[in-house]
């Protein structure tokens, strides 16, 4: 049964970080492309940053390059997102996903499509108080 279990929201000041984790159960993230999406209130799902462990490549969106940091643990079947100074229009409902054919493409990628993913897990809020 394969599950996503994203976990490390919270409310936090301008300028400051949070750590969101996903573990996958069922599967085994270097087999897959595991990515970060958001979603505010009456805004459409965006995707944010993605990684495949297989090879270590990861992709971010230009609202995150240079503050947000995704990496895996294979050992513990996690990926996690290092959010640094982050900023007000990062509040949203974080989500991961998992892509079965996406490990190899994201050199390439100039975007992430939400259906591009198989497997969801619930979200995380994250919000951000200026």
């Known amino acids: 049964d394969v599950q996503l279990q994203a976990s490390g929201g919270g409310l936090v000041q301008a300028g400051g970080c949070l750590r969101l984790?996903?573990?996958?159960?069922?599967?085994?993230?270097?087999?897959?492309?595991i990515g970060w999406f958001r979603q505010a209130p009456g805004k459409e799902r965006e995707g944010v940053s993605c990684i495949s462990s297989s090879d270590g490549s990861t992709y971010y969106a230009d609202s995150v390059k240079g503050r947000f940091t995704i990496s895996s643990d294979n050992a513990k079947n996690t990926v996690y997102l290092q959010m640094n100074r982050v900023k007000p229009e990062d509040t949203a409902v974080y989500y991961c996903?998992?892509?079965?054919?996406?490990?190899?493409?994201?050199?390439?990628?100039?975007?992430?499509?939400?259906?591009?993913?198989?497997?969801w897990g619930k979200g995380t809020q994250v919000t951000v108080s200026s």
């Open positions: 984790s996903c573990a996958a159960s069922g599967f085994t993230i270097d087999d897959y492309a």
């Open positions: 996903a998992a892509d079965s054919s996406g490990r190899f493409t994201i050199p390439y990628i100039t975007t992430m499509r939400p259906n591009w993913y198989d497997y």
